[in-house]
Structures are given as structure tokens and as C-alpha cells.
T-cell receptor, first 115, second 111 residues
Framework: SAVISQKPSRDICQRGTSLTIQCQVD?????MFWYRQQPGQSLTLIATANQGSEATYESGFVIDKFPISRPNLTFSTLTVSNMSPEDSSIYLC????????????FGPGTRLTVT | GENVEQHPSTLSVQEGDSAVIKCTYSDSASNYFPWYKQELGKRPQLIIDIRSNVGEKKDQRIAVTLNKTAKHFSLHITETQPEDSAVYFC??????????FGAGTILRVKS
């Protein structure tokens, strides 16, 4: 499976500021997925990022709040904008294991606390 | 859109007993059903999955069954061990694209 890294691993931010989370994969992948896991909750898909096109956002998530970049086939960023305490969550990126496979593997996550 | 329900929310078993977690899905177009194990402070790990053209899949002590007609699938863990204690999530997707997760099951294995 792909090796996925995320930066930062954790951060504490003040409300009203923005944080950009990076996701790096050791192989080229078509789709990268960004999920949010609120404390004690399940995982919810924020958006799907394809290289060279706009990200596709799920219901309840908007580009102004969660802008995503996908400059190449191994890298993506998710920005959490104008943060509030409700944005305190773990943010995870995921990718398919190999081209054409169904399996998804997750990065280690970024634990965000907004004060 | 797809909706996945997962039961029970918590499950306590004695070491050596079996554990069963059940999920139902709503979208008949879903054809891929993975299970993830998440230990405290760690990322979700894929432990087993099943596609809609298969009714059952087994990997050592874990197995997954799928009933397409009833739109439900289950995770079975036999001979549970303390290291099986974790949160387990089921999910459903079409062709492995966006995953829709169940709410999770906290499994506690008592030794």
C-alpha cells in the first residue's frame, strides 16, 4: 500500500485563523480524499481531490471554508479557514492502495484544536 | 445518498469469545464494503473488505459476510484477544470511491 504522510501532526490554533494541512504520498495517485473525524465520532468525507481539476465537495462542506489544492499526483493540501472551536477535529487524507484498486488507506492524521 | 448504520455502538466480550458487528446500507448501487480498526490515537487501518460479488471472506480470525438482498454486512472476530480492543468502523462505497462510514463500534475484550 502507499505510504502517506501528513504535516503537521497536530496544532493548536486561535479562532479566526487558518491552517493548511499537507498530505504527501510516495506514489502517484489519481484521487486523494480528505476526511474529518470529530472527537469520539466517525469519519466524514470533506472532499475528493483530483489532479488538474476542482475538488468535489460533499454536502455541508464548502470551498471557501475548506479550500483544497492538488498541484500534482503525489501531493494535496487542505486549508481550514476562519477556524472556530467546532473545527477541532482530526483531519485525514486517504488514497487508494494501487491504481484501480478499491482499498483506501489513511494518512496518520492532523489533530487540530481551536481555542 | 448512501447511509450506513452500525450496531452495536459498544460491545464487551470475554477473551476467547466471538464478536459480531453488523452494518446496513441504503444504496443498492454500493458494491464495496471495507472494515477499519482504529486504536486510540492512531489512523484507521483496513482489516478486511468484501465486494458485492462475494458472499463471505475470511482472513485468519476475522471474517466478513454480505447479504446484498437485505443490504447488510457483518464483521466476525473469533477467539478474541485483548489486542482486538479498538473502535471498528464499517463503510460502503461504489467502486472504492468515497467511503460512507458507520458510526463505529467500541469493542472491549476483557481478559
Amino acid at each position: 500500500s502507499a505510504v502517506i504522510s501528513q504535516k503537521p501532526s497536530r496544532d493548536i490554533c486561535q479562532r479566526g485563523t487558518s491552517l493548511t494541512i499537507q498530505c504527501q504520498v510516495d506514489s502517484q495517485v489519481t484521487m486523494m480524499f480528505w476526511y474529518r473525524q470529530q472527537p469520539g465520532q466517525s469519519l466524514t468525507l470533506i472532499a475528493t481531490a483530483n489532479q488538474g481539476s476542482e475538488a468535489t465537495y460533499e454536502s455541508g462542506f464548502v470551498i471557501d471554508k475548506f479550500p483544497i489544492s492538488r498541484p500534482n499526483l503525489t501531493f494535496s493540501t487542505l486549508t481550514v479557514s476562519n477556524m472556530s472551536p467546532e473545527d477541532s477535529s482530526i483531519y485525514l487524507c486517504s488514497v487508494h492502495g494501487t491504481s484501480g484498486s478499491y482499498e483506501q488507506y489513511f494518512g496518520p492524521g492532523t489533530r487540530l484544536t481551536v481555542t | 445518498g448512501e447511509n450506513v448504520e452500525q450496531h452495536p455502538s459498544t460491545l464487551s466480550v470475554q477473551e476467547g469469545d466471538s464478536a459480531v458487528i453488523k452494518c446496513t446500507y441504503s444504496d443498492s448501487a454500493s458494491n464495496y464494503f471495507p472494515w477499519y480498526k482504529q486504536e486510540l490515537g492512531k489512523r484507521p487501518q483496513l482489516i478486511i473488505d468484501i465486494r458485492s460479488n462475494v458472499g463471505e471472506k475470511k482472513d485468519q480470525r476475522i471474517a466478513v459476510t454480505l447479504n446484498k438482498t437485505a443490504k447488510h454486512f457483518s464483521l466476525h472476530i473469533t477467539e478474541t484477544q485483548p489486542e482486538d480492543s479498538a473502535v471498528y468502523f464499517c463503510a460502503a462505497s461504489q467502486y472504492g470511491n468515497k467511503l460512507v462510514f458507520g458510526a463505529g463500534t467500541i469493542l472491549r475484550v476483557k481478559s
